[in-house]
């Protein structure tokens, strides 16, 4: 009976042998920069540890976890190679490594050639350095700007190790290329998150050729319903080929627009047998399963069309392993049983997975919160609802006993002693929300903005942007002689346009001066950081840079996906406490209403702005 203990950390995935023990942890990506890399690793809560204490013997970590995922053009420096064989060797020496198989992710220079690689070690030895075969390049994904894919499938090449690495080691090379592990008890093969989703995934072959567990490291952000697509890929995976897989990926936001929604998981014969969570403001999870090979060995025997091939398969090349992921002890332990994949509905994801992305956004930005302007629209209110989302996810991690988002919340409420414990209390103390008004505005959208701020309980402001407008149109009409009018009083389609571009200034610059000085309202030491939102339909890169859905804001949680879902996100059941936020008509923004109608647009009222120019585009996003 082979049992196998194995761990997958979130941000890492860990395995124990034989008695397939099986623990998922899960980590929040940090680039290279905000948190040294081996210190998070090493962190006493870190995967590492509690994989160890939990009897599992393989880790694998996230890809490019060691200097992040998202360094982007920082990876065309030689400083970030550098700084990833630092941390490499610092995770080498530490005795928190030892006697347990370390799979990270880091990038590798290989005969002026750069990759983005796996670096497996046990106990102060390079067993093998995996190079990325399949590079993604569609969508938010721009790997092949940044690293060349390895494309000579079952060869391996020696690697020199840099001199600060053999000082460690003693090893002068080690293999570099695309090989498997084979310990005293199995066969271990590796893929590397986009591999999975390719028409011919290396598992398959690894399959073939007798490799009984398959490990992917991922850095793969969130979509709607991208996690059934993951789900239904290592299943089917599993269920064709037979064998183990652990999917371990990133969670949090890595410093950019993106939220990486980790949804590891531990899969046998194509059932899933732990899941772990797709949002959460925990650092590290940690999953476990108890798995018997001798289920894949039998799985894979009853499949004669699978050994029909299997029996034509070339080989892999083997990197020996004197070790062992099992023990006696795991022989009388209790297998795992499957479960079901429990997912959430797509109005769930909007609501959990941008309100992550904005506590890690606030949290490292270190900024006092938000401050967002609200229309009396649909979109405005749902962004207002992501951040009440986040500020229920806080309370709830810190009455779990969370300590670091504790921590988090007194930072940025500037108190040493506040716990939160309402979720309307914290949004009024890290979210100031503001109505700019016109006098083409309507009382309705005021009421609309005035009521969903003392439902979430944020801070609330109302301001009058016709001062400024009027003072702008007066510089122009004291220079050029003339006054451009509104379409409803007589005037063109062009000087319409203009005008509401002049509104849509007016907004800009208020929020501009909202944000820098709100500080002075609150504790008096640091700034706001805006907060926008656009039409999940209409890509806020299609409108004018002037419209009030910009607000000059670096924050756009809703920016793409669909407008019905945006608008059930709203008007759902939720969270008792959220108000109903009917879409109102759609019309040109700041345009006034002329014998009772409002002129057509694009976009939600939001008290002026500007209607889209161009056509509206639809890329991808959170």
Same mark, same amino acid.
């Given at each position: 009976?082979?049992?196998?203990?194995?761990?997958?950390?979130?941000?890492?995935?860990?395995?124990?042998?034989?008695?397939?023990?099986?623990?998922?942890?899960?980590?929040?990506?940090?680039?290279?920069?905000?948190?040294?890399?081996?210190? =998070?690793?090493?962190?006493?809560?870190?995967?590492?540890?509690?994989?160890?204490?939990?009897?599992?013997?393989?880790?694998?970590?996230?890809?490019?976890?060691?200097?992040?995922?998202?360094?982007?053009?920082?990876?065309?420096?030689?400083?970030?190679?550098?700084?990833?064989?630092?941390?490499?060797?610092?995770?080498?020496?530490?005795?928190?490594?030892?006697?347990?198989?370390?799979?990270?992710?880091?990038?590798?220079?290989?005969?002026?050639?750069?990759?983005?690689?796996?670096?497996?070690?046990?106990?102060?030895?390079?067993?093998?350095?995996?190079?990325?075969?399949?590079?993604?390049?569609?969508?938010?994904?721009?790997?092949?700007?940044?690293?060349?894919?390895?494309?000579?499938?079952?060869?391996?090449?020696?690697?020199?190790?840099?001199?600060?690495?053999?000082?460690?080691?003693?090893?002068?090379?080690?293999?570099?290329?695309?090989?498997?592990?084979?310990?005293?008890?199995?066969?271990?093969?590796?893929? &590397?998150?986009?591999?999975?989703?390719?028409?011919?995934?290396?598992?398959?072959?690894?399959?073939?050729?007798?490799?009984?567990?398959?490990?992917?490291?991922?850095?793969?952000?969130?979509?709607?319903?991208?996690?059934?697509?993951?789900?239904?890929?290592?299943?089917?995976?599993?269920?064709?080929?037979?064998? &183990?897989?652990?999917?371990?990926?990133?969670?949090?936001?890595?410093?950019?627009?993106?939220?990486?929604?980790?949804?590891?998981?531990?899969?046998?014969?194509?059932?899933?047998?732990?899941?772990?969570?797709?949002?959460?403001?925990?650092?590290?999870?940690?999953?476990?399963?108890?798995?018997?090979?001798?289920?894949?060995?039998?799985?894979?025997?009853?499949?004669?069309?699978?050994?029909?091939?299997?029996?034509?398969?070339?080989?892999?090349?083997?990197?020996?392993?004197?070790?062992?992921?099992?023990?006696?002890?795991?022989?009388?332990?209790?297998?795992?049983?499957? &479960?079901?994949?429990?997912?959430?509905?797509?109005?769930?994801?909007?609501?959990?997975?941008?309100?992550?992305?904005?506590?890690?956004?606030?949290?490292?930005?270190?900024?006092?919160?938000?401050?967002?302007?609200?229309?009396?629209?649909?979109?405005?209110?749902?962004?207002?609802?992501?951040?009440?989302?986040?500020?229920?996810?806080?309370?709830?991690?810190?009455?779990?006993?969370?300590?670091?988002?504790?921590?988090?919340? +007194?930072?940025?409420?500037?108190?040493?002693?506040?716990?939160?414990?309402?979720?309307?209390?914290?949004?009024?103390?890290?979210?100031?929300?503001?109505?700019?008004?016109?006098?083409?505005?309507?009382?309705?959208?005021?009421? +609309?903005?005035?009521?969903?701020? @003392?439902?979430?309980?944020?801070?609330?402001?109302?301001?009058?942007?016709?001062?400024?407008?009027?003072?702008?149109?007066?510089?122009?009409?004291?220079?050029?002689?003339?006054?451009?009018?509104?379409?409803?009083?007589?005037?063109?389609?062009?000087?319409?346009?203009?005008? @509401?571009?002049?509104?849509?200034?007016?907004?800009?610059?208020?929020?501009?001066?909202?944000?820098?000085?709100?500080?002075?309202?609150?504790?008096?030491? =640091?700034? =706001?950081?805006?907060?926008?939102?656009?039409?999940?339909?209409?890509?806020?890169?299609?409108?004018?840079?002037?419209?009030?859905?910009?607000?000059?804001?670096?924050?756009?949680?809703?920016?793409?996906?669909?407008?019905?879902?945006?608008?059930?996100?709203?008007?759902?059941?939720?969270?008792?406490?959220?108000?109903?936020?009917?879409?109102?008509?759609?019309?040109?923004?700041?345009?006034?209403?002329?014998?009772?109608?409002?002129?057509?647009?694009?976009?939600?009222?939001?008290?002026?702005?500007?209607?889209?120019?161009?056509?509206?585009?639809?890329?991808?996003?959170?």
């Amino acid at each position: 009976m082979g049992l196998q203990r194995l761990a997958t950390h979130i941000d890492g995935a860990y395995v124990q042998a034989p008695v397939h023990r099986k623990e998922q942890n899960r980590h929040s990506p940090w680039s290279q920069g905000s948190r040294p890399g081996a210190k =998070r690793i090493l962190h006493k809560r870190s995967g590492i540890e509690i994989a160890k204490n939990r009897g599992a013997r393989y880790r694998l970590g996230p890809e490019l976890e060691i200097c992040g995922y998202g360094c982007w053009d920082h990876y065309y420096e030689s400083d970030t190679l550098l700084h990833s064989f630092q941390v490499l060797a610092a995770l080498l020496e530490s005795p928190v490594t030892q006697d347990i198989i370390c799979d990270v992710g880091m990038p590798v220079m290989h005969r002026n050639v750069r990759y983005n690689c796996r670096v497996i070690f046990l106990n102060r030895k390079i067993l093998l350095i995996r190079p990325k075969m399949a590079l993604a390049n569609e969508g938010n994904y721009r790997e092949l700007r940044w690293f060349t894919p390895w494309s000579r499938s079952r060869h391996t090449e020696e690697y020199f190790l840099p001199r600060m690495i053999q000082d460690l080691t003693k090893q002068e090379t080690v293999p570099f290329g695309d090989a498997v592990l084979v310990t005293w008890d199995t066969c271990i093969g590796s893929e &590397i998150c986009e591999e999975l989703w390719t028409p011919h995934s290396p598992h398959i072959d690894m399959g073939l050729d007798g490799v009984e567990i398959v490990t992917n490291a991922s850095g793969s952000h969130h979509v709607l319903r991208k996690a059934n697509t993951r789900v239904d890929l290592v299943t089917m995976a599993t269920g064709k080929n037979g064998g &183990i897989y652990l999917l371990a990926n990133q969670k949090g936001c890595d410093g950019d627009r993106l939220y990486y929604d980790s949804c590891a998981m531990i899969a046998m014969n194509g059932s899933v047998f732990a899941q772990g969570s797709q949002f959460s403001l925990d650092d590290v999870e940690v999953l476990t399963a108890t798995l018997d090979l001798e289920d894949v060995r039998s799985y894979r025997a009853e499949i004669s069309s699978r050994n029909l091939a299997a029996s034509r398969a070339s080989p892999y090349p083997r990197v020996k392993v004197d070790f062992a992921l099992s023990c006696h002890e795991d022989l009388l332990a209790p297998v795992s049983e499957p &479960i079901e994949w429990k997912y959430h509905s797509p109005e769930e994801e909007i609501s959990l997975g941008p309100a992550c992305w904005l506590w890690d956004f606030l949290r490292r930005s270190e900024q006092a919160g938000f401050l967002l302007p609200l229309s009396g629209g649909v979109d405005s209110a749902a962004t207002a609802c992501l951040i009440y989302s986040m500020c229920c996810q806080v309370c709830e991690a810190v009455r779990s006993g969370n300590e670091e988002v504790l921590a988090d919340v +007194r930072t940025i409420v500037n108190q040493i002693s506040y716990t939160p414990q309402d979720p309307r209390d914290l949004c009024g103390r890290i979210l100031t929300t503001c109505y700019m008004a016109s006098k083409n505005s309507s009382q309705e959208t005021c009421t +609309r903005a005035r009521e969903l701020a @003392q439902q979430i309980g944020s801070h609330h402001i109302s301001l009058n942007i016709d001062p400024a407008v009027k003072a702008v149109m007066g510089i122009f009409s004291l220079v050029t002689g003339k006054s451009p009018l509104f379409a409803a009083h007589g005037g063109s389609s062009r000087e319409n346009l203009a005008l @509401q571009n002049v509104q849509g200034t007016a907004q800009t610059l208020s929020a501009s001066w909202a944000t820098a000085l709100d500080w002075l309202l609150h504790d008096g030491r =640091r700034r =706001r950081e805006a907060g926008g939102s656009s039409c999940w339909d209409l890509s806020c890169l299609s409108l004018s840079p002037f419209c009030c859905a910009w607000v000059a804001s670096p924050l756009l949680p809703v920016v793409k996906g669909w407008k019905c879902s945006c608008q059930a996100f709203s008007q759902g059941p939720h969270d008792s406490v959220l108000p109903p936020m009917l879409p109102l008509p759609s019309r040109a923004l700041g345009a006034p209403i002329f014998e009772g109608k409002a002129p057509l647009g694009l976009c939600e009222p939001c008290g002026g702005g500007i209607t889209p120019r161009g056509r509206p585009r639809d890329t991808m996003g959170l």
